[in-house]
């Protein structure tokens, strides 16, 4: 079976060539007694010409067998199309091959939807997910498939020239249960005992640099049993690094060197150096979340001082219990309608305000809203001096403790850069990427419902420097070496400086986080052991290289990087799993469960 060229190859130039093609039946066209057939491998699209009337009744009856989808083999001659009948938006557009003869592999049954891009996308996603053999077939699938793999190839090369040295670490690992929520693998010979699948391979990476790897990586699968979101599957891909004898500037160059040949290697596109950073503080108080998206302005202003003795008591209220009063300006947005005020409006319930306060300037300059009659003068000229009203723009606050109220008006920003959008007021190009190092993240932050700290990231980052002398009497202030790295408002990748000393770290897990010796040293004994033989000081991160690739793409599901991805539900349509086990296998692996199979009850 030897094909001469592939479907996307022949020129004008190859007119008179003899040639073999072998692909997909995309489509049959009779035009009175000729076939017109479009012949479809992965690199593109062939016409081919047969006579299904010739002398050769075989040729003739397999030519008539053919349907879409088919494999089929032709032999025939390249020909030069007739005037008129070109296709100048098929690369192969100027020829057309003669068929002399077909050899049938497989006659397809009609597919379950058309093998097309435009129409197979509105083809619901479950029909694609269930047929997933069908969905990739199409140019579009095919395409993404292979961008991620330019992109790992891109950062493999990349990776090698810098130095890093790709190890694998296990897919059994241990249960760490203070992260997300956990897959537990039982134990068929250590009965009553469990695996966890990783949620990262954090703790080996480190151990790697005990070591002296010095320079790791890894395109890691990271499991979690977490409910699913557009952007997140329980099963994803990691671009896994940690290196040896590194501080944090040493960590950006690199990894803004990476992105730059991914971007270079995949798009074509020179990103400039060095990214922007960011504060999480200052992240937070302009665009109210610690990933903001800088391609539009829209930012939060603090009003807090000119509220501090407003008669408008909810603000002055709020400020005088150590809260904080935040607006931000929508311009040309007064014109939101009542159903997108609402929705503006639950959301902001939704994530704990009362209500959304607002200013319309209508017609005139006049300002419309139910609470600008508490404002004094002075407040209002503050307002229209900071946020340079006109006709046209709505102003929104939020009043509460800090970080709800960046929360909330975070959230209400994003939504009405979406109906800017819609209104064509907002335009942002496809190409525009705006990379953002977010830094000086709290190491840890107080977690309510658990009544202590909890570690920002996670563990293992160290402290700054100059803020280790705080860890006892004000943990809160205590910064984390600790950075994220965000693009058009999504998180690609975060990591740290890590703690590499045994008495630092076993202070965070014991004195500040509170963890109990006897957990610790269950959990972490054999890593606050290893550290006592001589740990490098070290540092790493990890990219999602399924969001990685999404944004590459210009994709908003992550179920569309990932050739056999999960369902919302945790469900693989197509081989149909999960599925109950029997009565057997559970017991084999000492396990009895609550719910039976369907053919036991
Ligand atoms: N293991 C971390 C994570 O999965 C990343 C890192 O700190 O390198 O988020």
């Known amino acids: 079976m030897k ?28 035009h009175g007694g000729i076939l017109f057939i479009d012949l479809r491998d992965r690199e593109g699209l062939t016409q081919v010409k047969a006579n299904p009337n010739s002398d050769d009744a075989e040729f003739n009856a397999a030519i008539n067998k053919l349907k879409p989808e088919s494999v089929v083999e032709f032999r025939g001659e390249v020909e030069a199309r007739a005037e008129g009948t070109t296709n100048a938006k098929m690369p192969t557009g100027e020829i057309e091959v003669q068929v002399k003869e077909v050899v049938i592999h497989n006659i397809s049954e009609t597919p379950p939807f058309p093998i097309d891009d435009d129409k197979g996308d509105k083809v619901n996603e479950d029909m694609r997910l269930r047929y997933r053999y069908l969905d990739l077939r199409r140019n579009k699938m095919n395409k993404v498939v292979r961008m991620r793999h330019a992109t790992t190839r891109a950062i493999r090369d990349y990776m090698d020239t810098n130095g890093f040295v790709d190890v694998e670490t296990p897919i059994l690992f241990k249960s760490t249960p203070e992260g997300a929520r956990e897959y537990l693998v039982p134990s068929r010979i250590n009965p009553g005992e469990f695996y966890a699948l990783p949620q990262s391979p954090q703790q080996f990476k480190q151990m790697l640099m005990v070591a002296g790897v010095e320079r790791y990586y890894q395109i890691a699968r990271c499991f979690r049993d977490e409910d699913l979101r557009a952007d997140r599957q329980m099963e994803f891909t990691q671009l896994d690094i940690e290196l040896s004898f590194i501080d944090r500037e040493d960590m950006y160059e690199l990894m803004e060197g990476l992105m730059k040949q991914i971007w270079k290697d995949v798009l074509d596109v020179d990103l400039p150096t060095p990214f922007p950073r960011m504060s999480f503080e200052d992240a937070m108080n302009r665009y109210g979340v610690d990933k903001p998206d800088t391609r539009f302005g829209l930012e939060i202003q603090d009003f807090s001082e000119t509220f ?53 300037v209508a017609e005139g300059g006049e300002w419309k809203s139910p609470i600008v009659k508490f404002f004094s003068e002075e407040e209002k000229a503050a307002l229209n001096e900071r946020l340079a009203l006109e006709e046209g723009d709505i102003v929104f606050f939020a009043a509460s403790d800090w970080e709800q109220a960046c929360a909330i008006l975070g959230r209400t920003r994003l939504e009405c850069a979406e109906l800017l959008k819609k209104r064509g007021r907002l335009e942002i190009p496809a190409d525009q990427f705006n990379f ?28 700054v420097p100059e803020d280790v002398q705080y860890l006892d009497s004000d943990p809160k202030r205590v910064r984390g070496q600790h950075y994220d790295l965000v693009l058009n408002g999504v998180e690609l990748g975060g990591g740290s400086i890590r703690i590499h000393q045994t008495a630092v770290q076993k202070k965070v897990f014991e004195d500040v986080l509170k963890i109990p010796q006897d957990v610790v040293e269950e959990r972490f004994g054999y890593m606050l052991e290893a550290f006592k033989y001589g740990a490098p000081p070290h540092g790493g991160i990890a990219f999602g290289l399924d969001r990685l690739v999404m944004i590459l793409a210009g994709l908003k599901s992550i179920r569309d990087v990932i050739a056999f991805p999960k369902t919302q539900k945790g469900q693989c349509l197509m081989t149909d799993s999960p599925t109950p086990v029997t009565e057997k296998q559970l017991k084999d692996l000492h396990i009895d469960t609550t719910v039976l199979a369907d053919d036991e009850d």
């Not at 060229?5 to 049959?28: A, F, P, Y």
């Not at 400020?319 to 959301?347: H, I, S, W």
């Not at 953002?436 to 402290?463: N, Q």
Request: with cysteine; proline share 4%.
């Open 3 to 30: 094909r001469t060229h592939h479907c996307g190859q022949l020129r004008s130039s190859d007119v008179g060539k003899s040639v073999s093609l072998i692909g997909w039946v995309d489509s049959i066209r009779d």
């Open 308 to 360: 501090a003795n407003s008669s408008f008591k909810v603000f002055q209220a709020t400020v005088a219990k150590g809260g904080v009063v935040k607006a931000f300006k929508a311009p040309t947005l007064a014109d939101v309608t009542q159903g997108e005020m609402k929705n503006l409006e639950e959301t902001a319930k939704s994530l704990g305000a009362k209500g959304l306060a607002f200013i319309k």
């Open 436 to 463: 953002l190092w977010v830094i000086e993240f709290p190491l840890m932050s107080y977690d309510e419902e658990r009544g202590g700290f909890a570690a920002t990231h996670h563990p293992f980052t160290a402290p």
